[in-house]
C-alpha cells in the first residue's frame, strides 16, 4: 500500500514540477515576469495532493506486520504502527510470541548450571517414562 | 518513594526510527513543494513549520493514538519528541530539495 502511495505521489509532484516548468517557459516567451502572475491553481493543487500522498505512504510504511509465532499461529500486534517502550508491556508482547529477547544472554555457557540441568532432564525423562 | 518507569531500549529506538522516517520523507515532499509552488523564502519557511506542525499532527493522531491518550506508551516525552526536536533537524532536507527543484523548474 504504501509504495503505491509513494509512486502516486511521485507522479503528481513530477506532473506538477513539469507543467511548473511549462509554465515559467511561456512567461519567458510572452516577456511576462513570474512575479505578476502566480502558477495558476491546478499546479498548485496538484502540489499540495502529492505531498499529502507522499506523507501517507511514509505512515503507512511503518505499519507493524502480522508476527508468526513459535507455536505457527499469526499473532496481530497490540498496536498498529508503534511498540510500547515500557518494560512491562514490551515483555508482554514476547511473551505472546513465546521467544526471549535475552535468551542468548541467559544461555550461556558459562552460566548454565550443568549439574542442575542434567537433574531436571532425568526428573523430566523420569515423569515421561511413568506417564507412557 | 515514586515508582521509576523502566523502559525497553530497543522499542523505543524503533519509535525514534519510524518518526524520523516520517519526517524525512515529509521536509523531502515540502522542500519539493516549495520548489514548484517557488515562494518569497519568508513564506518558503512557513509552507515548511506548518506542512511539518500538520504532518506530525496526523503521526501524533494515527500512529501514536493521541486521541485517546497512549502516546506516552511510545514516547518518553511525546509532544517534545515529535514536534519539537527534530524541527531544525529537517530544515536542511528541506533548503536542499526546494532549491535543487527551484533550480530545474525556473
Redesign the interface.
Known amino acids: 500500500m504504501s509504495k503505491i502511495l509513494y509512486i502516486v ?1 511521485s507522479i503528481l ?1 513530477l506532473h ?2 513539469y507543467s ?2 511549462e509554465f ?1 517557459q511561456l512567461l519567458k516567451t510572452t516577456h511576462h515576469s ?1 512575479t505578476d502572475s502566480g ?1 495558476p491553481s491546478d ?2 493543487i496538484e ?2 495532493v ?2 499529502v500522498v ?2 501517507a ?3 503507512s ?2 505499519e507493524i506486520p502480522n508476527f508468526l509465532s513459535v507455536d505457527n499461529e499469526v499473532i496481530h500486534p497490540d ?13 508482554a508482547e514476547f511473551e505472546k510470541l513465546k521467544i526471549n ?1 535475552f535468551a542468548e544472554l541467559e544461555t550461556r555457557i558459562e552460566f548454565i548450571d550443568i549439574v542442575n540441568k542434567r537433574k531436571e532432564y532425568a526428573k523430566w525423562s523420569g515423569q515421561e517414562v511413568e506417564e507412557k | 518513594m515514586s515508582k521509576e ?4 531500549g ?3 529506538d ?2 525514534k526510527k ?1 518518526l524520523s ?2 519526517q524525512d ?2 521536509s523531502l ?2 522542500g ?2 516549495a ?4 515562494p518569497e523564502p519568508v513564506y518558503g519557511f512557513l509552507f515548511y513549520v506548518i ?1 511539518y506542525t500538520v ?1 506530525n499532527i ?2 501524533y493522531i ?4 493521541g486521541l485517546q491518550g ?1 502516546a506516552g ?4 516525552s511525546p509532544v517534545k519528541e515529535i514536534f519539537v526536536d527534530n524541527l531544525l533537524h529537517n530544515i536542511p532536507e528541506y533548503i536542499m530539495m526546494w532549491c535543487l ?1 527551484y533550480a ?3
Open positions: 505521489g509532484l506538477a514540477g511548473s516548468f515559467h513570474s502558477l499546479i498548485i502540489v499540495l502529492g505531498i507522499l506523507v505512504g511514509s505512515l510504511s511503518i498496536h498498529k504502527y508503534l511498540k510500547p517502550i515500557e518494560m512491562s508491556k514490551a515483555t529477547p | 518507569t523502566i523502559y525497553y530497543p522499542n523505543a524503533e519509535n519510524k522516517k516520517v520523507v515529509t515532499a515540502l519539493v513543494g520548489g514548484i509552488l517557488a506542512g504532518s496526523a503521526f494515527t500512529c501514536c493514538e497512549r506508551q511510545f514516547y518518553k527543484v530545474l523548474v525556473k
